[in-house]
């Protein structure tokens, strides 16, 4: 008798439809995925990231498709995503679904992903270089200081963009200021969802 493999399980925190508040895809509807657990531990982190509930990828593919109906953009975000053995297989399951798969990722962790995921690194205590090279956009964490170590492994053509931590209006100015000195590659990414009350 032929029975067919469980798939994966992924250990989540929560699943909501909302829309990206931060970076080059600000405004847009999509379904964010927050999977539990993070490898590093940032004393500025203001996400909850803890363990909730545990599915399977199948029953996660489904979840998508009751919040998000046909909206075509997920976002697999944490904590940490890639920290989790079971996610290139959840991205492949919603891409064979028809989603758009955006990743935020702290860049620590190499994962080969499909050349059609979308990639933003927030770099943090430390990147692999290759996640750096793979990056579609960059977003540093703006909290008195610009975080520059980073910078020299990413691609001169990568937009950067520069989040004030918490929405906290020092460190707007910082990022206010060092985006106009450096107009080239530095953009200002403001966390609009804070500002307007959603998720």
């Not at 531990?41 to 046909?70: H, I, K, N, Q």
């Not at 697999?76 to 989603?99: C, F, H, I, K, Y």
Request: charged share 20%; aromatic share 6%.
């Amino acid at each position: 008798m032929n029975r067919t493999a469980p798939t994966p399980t992924i250990h989540l925190t929560e699943i909501f439809y909302t829309l990206q508040g931060e970076g080059t895809w600000a405004g847009t509807p999509a379904v964010f995925i927050r999977l539990a657990g993070c490898n590093l531990a940032c004393d500025f982190c203001d996400t909850d990231y803890a363990l909730r509930s545990s599915a399977s990828v199948d029953e996660m593919v489904a979840r998508v498709d009751e919040l998000g109906g046909a909206c075509p953009m997920v976002v697999l975000t944490g904590g940490e995503p890639l920290a989790q053995s079971a996610t290139p297989a959840l991205v492949d399951a919603l891409r064979a679904a028809g989603r758009r798969v955006h990743i935020e990722s702290n860049g620590t962790i190499f994962v080969e992903l499909p050349h059609d995921v979308w990639l933003c690194v927030s770099p943090k205590e430390r990147v692999d270089p290759r996640m750096a090279r793979r990056a579609d956009e960059v977003k540093l964490i703006v909290d008195r200081r610009v975080p520059e170590e980073h910078l020299a492994l990413f691609p001169e053509h990568s937009t950067i963009f520069l989040q004030p931590e918490g929405n906290k209006p020092n460190n707007v100015a910082l990022a206010v200021e060092y985006a106009r000195a450096h107009p080239a590659r530095f953009r200002l990414s403001l966390q609009t969802h804070k500002f307007i009350g959603i998720p």
